[in-house]
């Protein structure tokens, strides 16, 4: 899909696919085209060309609409609703019945801990607060599919682990998540998979679940380093960088790092330190992303 | 179903602007103030035993104004209660949450705009009802034709409601209502130079006129309930905004309500097409 507002490309070539039952993360900074591809999933913008599918019918349909619940990024309603109303009116604007909702907003409101606030309107609602009951409307009629945007934004961590919890308990149901964020060590913690876009194009894709193939940055802390010993590095090294004492290198193997031990050590350094970690989600994001060239 | 999910949430939505009871505070302002007016004038008569003929001639203007009154503070109430009723929710960002809801982007339009209209028809009923209870239990006078006057004038705010949800869905909140009160000014300039023309016999006023009534006709809606509102008598006699020297015919009547109908098909258009 490709969308163009005047003469700004929001999105310039989205090709995307998600598989059920996944908790999907869309990565992008902003401005990368993250909402306007959401939105266009949802049918609320129209694609200037391309089109989409959304549980196999074309996006914005009804029918589909009965099936997915979305929380926009900030959200926001009539503020002199209470808790309980809004998710009346929302629950009745998914065609559910009055008996349902009787379980099912008191139940909703306990999940996302909003129980003791339920007669409180949402002019006295706290950001965190509206998120929370923005997250509940989103899950009254138990979709097949939910889009959040953002939804961990101005939540406190108590918060942050709540609704962590609740979106995988929608995966367990069977559910689908696309979850938009640029918290990144929350959707490393929460998302099955994830892709990354930039200026409005999908640039990479990752599974988080299976074992990562991404690299593995070691920190090294070593004296009597020879120009030799550094440059004998590349045979297993994608990069090394010798600061002082510090010495940071990057190898895509496992296996490498007895040898790049080894050979350090064999070529008279003195190693003080050999810390490997693995790249984390935030890592590849600015690898991915590359330097921040400013606004 | 949807539709009328929308216009009970949007009725709800509407009572609670500080506009409209800022409208109602003007009205009743404004009755108290005729009501007072209406009563000396009555005592007054009384004093003097004026002739029936003056009574009723002044009673009428009275009425007229009166009404005049409740039908300027209708539509102004009407525009800037619901100026930002799309504009204002798209640029909010409340309506995002409604429209991925399984109810249909004509649906929720209507849904809105029966809600106003509901609103609206509160409203034109209590302050015409009011300036009527005045005229009859303090003077004794009641107009002819008030009903279907009312009706006109509910017409009329129902034609700048929908107006308003036209350019709402097209345009930010400011520049709608920039529009809206300029269509209605300009159709009240019109209305003017149509009454100047038809009384200098000056057809090509009537044509200007006559124009921009076609344009945007709710002004001429208010000049045919004015000529309810008159007794037969006085119709030939009066001129001024109250009044009416050349009323519009029926034909008036049936080409506003098709152009409301042709403005709320294409604001459910716009609705329908534009991004969220």
């Given at each position: 899909?490709?969308?163009?507002?005047?003469?700004?490309?929001?999105?310039?070539?989205?090709?995307?696919?998600?598989?059920?039952?996944?908790?999907?993360?869309?990565?992008?900074?902003?401005?990368?085209?993250?909402?306007?591809?959401?939105k266009?999933?949802l049918g609320l913008v129209k694609p200037s060309?391309?089109?989409?599918?959304?549980?196999?019918?074309p996006s914005g349909d009804v029918e589909v609409r009965?099936?997915?619940?979305?929380?926009?990024?900030?959200?926001?309603?009539?503020?002199?609703?209470?808790?309980?109303?809004?998710?009346?009116?929302?629950?009745?604007l998914?065609?559910?019945?009055?008996?349902?909702?009787?379980?099912?907003?008191?139940?909703?409101?306990?999940?996302?801990?909003?129980?003791?606030?339920?007669?409180?309107?949402?002019?006295?609602?706290?950001?965190?607060?509206?998120?929370?009951?923005?997250?509940?409307?989103?899950?009254?009629?138990?979709?097949?599919?939910?889009?959040?945007?953002?939804?961990?934004?101005?939540?406190?961590?108590?918060?942050?682990?709540?609704?962590?919890?609740?979106?995988?308990?929608?995966?367990?149901?069977?559910?689908?998540?696309?979850?938009?964020?640029?918290?990144?060590?929350?959707?490393?913690?929460?998302?099955?998979?994830?892709?990354?876009?930039?200026?409005?194009?999908?640039?990479?894709?990752?599974?988080?679940?299976?074992?990562?193939?991404?690299?593995?940055?070691?920190?090294?802390?070593?004296?009597?380093?020879?120009?030799?010993?550094?440059?004998?590095?590349?045979?297993?090294?994608?990069?090394?960088?010798?600061?002082?004492?510090?010495?940071?290198?990057?190898?895509?193997?496992?296996?490498?790092?007895?040898?790049?031990?080894?050979?350090?050590?064999?070529?008279?350094?003195?190693?003080?330190?050999?810390?490997?970690?693995?790249?984390?989600?935030?890592?590849?994001?600015?690898?991915?992303?590359?330097?921040?060239?400013?606004? | 179903m949807g539709a009328w999910i929308m216009a009970g949430v949007t009725f709800?939505e509407a009572?609670?602007?500080?506009?409209?009871?800022?409208?109602?505070?003007?009205?009743?302002?404004?009755?108290?103030?005729?009501?007072?007016?209406?009563?000396?004038?009555?005592?007054?008569?009384?004093?003097?035993?004026?002739?029936?003929?003056?009574?009723?001639?002044?009673?009428?203007?009275?009425?007229?104004?009166?009404?005049?009154?409740?039908?300027?503070?209708a539509v102004i109430m009407t525009i800037l209660t619901s100026v930002d009723a799309i504009s204002g929710e798209i640029a909010?960002?409340t309506i995002q949450a409604i429209a991925t809801k399984p109810v249909s982007r004509w649906r929720i339009l209507i849904g809105k705009w029966v809600g106003f209209a509901g609103m609206v028809a509160a409203y034109v009923?209590?302050?015409?009802?009011?300036?009527?209870?005045?005229?009859?239990?303090?003077?004794?006078?009641?107009?002819?034709?008030?009903?279907?006057?009312?009706m006109l004038v509910y017409l009329e705010c129902l034609l700048v409601l929908t107006v308003t949800f036209l350019c709402g869905t097209k345009f930010s909140t400011l520049t709608n209502g920039v529009i809206v009160l300029g269509l209605h000014g300009l159709a009240f300039?019109g209305?003017?130079?149509?009454?100047?023309?038809?009384?200098?016999?000056?057809?090509?006023?009537?044509?200007?006129?006559v124009v921009s009534s076609l344009l945007m006709p709710s002004e001429s809606i208010w000049?045919r309930a004015?000529?309810?509102?008159?007794?037969?008598?006085?119709?030939?006699?009066?001129?001024?905004?109250?009044?009416?020297?050349?009323?519009p015919s029926p034909a008036m009547i049936v080409y506003a309500s098709l152009y409301l109908l042709v403005a709320l098909s294409i604001a459910i258009y716009h609705f329908n097409h534009r991004d969220l």
């Open positions: 899909m490709r969308k163009v507002f005047g003469e700004k490309v929001a999105v310039r070539n989205l090709s995307l696919a998600v598989r059920r039952g996944q908790i999907f993360g869309f990565l992008g900074p902003n401005g990368a085209g993250k909402s306007t591809s959401v266009m999933l060309s391309g089109e989409s599918l959304v549980l196999g019918l009965r099936r997915i619940g979305f929380l926009p990024e900030d959200f926001r309603f009539y503020t002199w609703l209470t808790a309980s109303e809004l998710l009346k009116l929302h629950g009745r998914c065609g559910m019945t009055a008996a349902r909702l009787r379980d099912r907003i008191p139940a909703l409101l306990e999940l996302v801990g909003l129980t003791t606030h339920r007669e409180k309107r949402l002019r006295d609602f706290s950001k965190g607060m509206l998120q929370r009951i923005g997250l509940a409307q989103a899950l009254i009629h138990e979709p097949d599919l939910v889009f959040l945007d953002e939804p961990t934004s101005g939540l406190d961590p108590m918060g942050r682990r709540l609704v962590r919890d609740i979106i995988r308990a929608q995966r367990d149901r069977g559910a689908t998540v696309f979850l938009n964020s640029h918290l990144l060590s929350e959707v490393e913690i929460t998302c099955d998979h994830v892709a990354f876009i930039k200026e409005g194009e999908v640039v990479a894709a990752r599974d988080l679940r299976s074992q990562p193939d991404g690299e593995i940055r070691v920190t090294a802390r070593a004296r009597n380093l020879s120009p030799g010993a550094l440059s004998g590095l590349a045979q297993w090294t994608t990069s090394s960088h010798l600061d002082g004492e510090r010495l940071t290198l990057t190898t895509t193997n496992t296996s490498a790092l007895p040898e790049i031990l080894r050979h350090l050590v064999t070529s008279g350094a003195d190693v003080f330190e050999f810390t490997p970690e693995r790249l984390s989600l935030e890592d590849l994001f600015l690898k991915i992303m590359g330097e921040d060239r400013g606004l | 709800r009572a609670r602007r500080k506009i409209l009871w800022t409208a109602f505070l003007a009205g009743l302002a404004f009755l108290s103030l005729f009501a007072t007016g209406m009563h000396f004038q009555a005592k007054d008569f009384s004093a003097r035993t004026a002739s029936p003929f003056i009574r009723y001639q002044a009673f009428s203007a009275m009425l007229q104004v009166g009404f005049y009154a409740v039908d300027l503070l909010s960002g009923a209590i302050m015409f009802a009011g300036v009527a209870g005045v005229g009859y239990f303090i003077a004794g006078a009641l107009p002819p034709h008030a009903l279907r006057a009312g300039i209305g003017w130079i149509e009454q100047i023309g038809s009384l200098t016999s000056s057809p090509r006023l009537v044509t200007v006129g000049r004015s000529y309810e509102l008159q007794p037969a008598i006085t119709r030939s006699l009066q001129f001024g905004p109250f009044a009416t020297s050349s009323a």
